[in-house]
Nanobody, 124 residues
Framework: VQLQASGGGLVQPGRSLRLSCAAS????????MAWFRQAPGKEREFVAT????????EYADSVKGRFTFSRDNAKKMVYLQMNSLKPEDAAVYYC??????????????????WGQGTQVTVSS
């Protein structure tokens, strides 16, 4: 299984960025997907998760209303559209794949596979 995250970069506050994650080696629709992020000196934290069908997505309170998580099952891709970015959104963003939409979906333990991370920097 491979998860390849991309799309990070340097962006000014208030602007937008779209992250992508390409999956291979797994039956994609059987997995929920998630984004986590880790800022320097902080624990990795949950950002968003989405069901295998893409019909339901959930977000951390800190990004709700600004970020949109979607997936294209035909392409085995997930996307995180990040709007109105703030300096506190700066972090390394990781995509992850997990086996079930259960109570563990908000924590790292709920995911079996991880991408390598993509850096997002929000600064003027």
């Amino acid at each position: 299984v491979q998860l390849q995250a991309s799309g990070g970069g340097l962006v000014q506050p208030g602007r937008s960025l779209r992250l992508s994650c390409a999956a291979s080696g797994l039956t994609f629709t059987k997995y929920i997907m998630a984004w986590f992020r880790q800022a320097p000196g902080k624990e990795r934290e949950f950002v968003a998760t989405i069901t295998g069908s893409g019909s339901i997505s959930e977000y951390a309170d800190s990004v709700k209303g600004r970020f949109t998580f979607s997936r294209d099952n035909a392409k085995k891709m997930v996307y995180l559209q990040m709007n109105s970015l703030k300096p506190e959104d700066a972090a390394v963003y990781y995509c992850a794949a997990g086996p079930s939409w259960g109570r563990l979906r908000y924590i790292e333990k709920g995911y079996d596979y991880w991408g390598q991370g993509t850096q997002v920097t929000v600064s003027s």
